[in-house]
């Protein structure tokens, strides 16, 4: 049996991430009490089931934070289990919030909408912890369904290396771990030719090529990658994102994350995500 569990923050697309497994063929379940997870597990399973998908989040109330012990109890009955923990900046949510007039889960007439927020986050830390991390604070609906579609067909017995390209002006992914700043490095957008391509059009990876600076800079962080990553794989993780960041995420950032993807896949599970091209 396969369970994908999606959790996260209110109003960062757990719902579409729900859906777009519904989609892939997986029985999916929304707002489970954590505390019923284990019992579901096998009801599904002695019925039948192979797939399975199952939201859980602060409605849970208090026993979302039992989730984690709960995953390695269903872990050691030879289930495939994997979290998929969905994020993003505060002002977004806020404005997802007020946009749709929806109340979130934790108000309680006291709290203010970033307050709700914020707690909200220090009761689901230890469970982001067990998760693969996704910030859909610059996603729109398609784009983060092409990205879960992308993370269901993973081998998930690999680590999967992650390079994914932004922006600084908008901000730093809430899913990196290592982050990598390119903004010192000569600017395409200043060559009226170049400005309105991106880092995987020819002409902008020939200039790039070309400049010293940039090659001594991907080597670094190409042998910095190299040298950490065993100590990664050795840690028991299920993935690793590398966040390349530029001002504006179009030509800088999106090639070094293509020239990585391209260097590692030959020895890694690799996936490439350009967060301000997926708008």
């Known amino acids: ?162 390079f994914e390209s932004f922006g600084y002006k908008h901000g730093i992914p809430l899913d990196a771990d290592l982050v990598f700043d390119v903004r010192c490095l000569p600017n395409p957008h200043y060559n009226p030719v170049l400005q309105p391509l991106t880092g995987r059009d020819a002409a902008v990876i020939e200039f790039l090529n070309n400049t010293p600076e940039v090659q001594d800079m991907f080597a670094d962080i190409r042998n910095f990658v190299e040298r950490w990553l065993p100590n990664f794989v050795a840690d028991n993780r299920s993935y690793l994102t590398v966040a390349i960041g530029c001002t504006g995420g179009q030509h800088r950032s999106v090639y070094f994350a293509e020239k990585l993807a391209r260097h590692f896949e030959q020895q890694q599970q690799v996936l490439v995500r350009h967060r301000e091209l997926s708008q």
Request: aromatic share 6%.
């Open 1 to 162: 049996m396969q369970l994908f569990l999606i959790s996260g923050l209110s109003g960062s697309g757990k719902s579409i991430a729900l859906k777009m497994l519904e989609d892939s063929g997986y029985y999916c379940v929304d707002n489970l009490p954590a505390d019923l997870l284990t019992t579901l597990v096998e009801h599904l399973q002695h019925a039948g089931y192979s797939s399975i998908a199952v939201s859980i989040d602060v409605r849970s109330a208090n026993s979302v934070q039992r989730l984690p012990h709960l995953v390695q109890q269903i872990k050691q009955q030879d289930i495939d289990v994997h979290l998929l923990f969905l994020n993003a900046q505060t002002d977004t949510l806020v404005k997802r919030f007020s946009e749709t007039r929806r109340l979130h889960p934790l108000s309680d007439g006291v709290r203010t909408l970033p307050e709700c927020v914020s707690y909200e986050r220090e009761l689901l830390a230890e469970i982001s912890d067990i998760g693969h991390h996704i910030d859909t604070t610059e996603l729109n609906s398609n784009a983060l369904r092409a990205w879960i579609k992308q993370f269901i067909k993973l081998d998930r017995a690999r680590l999967t290396l992650l």
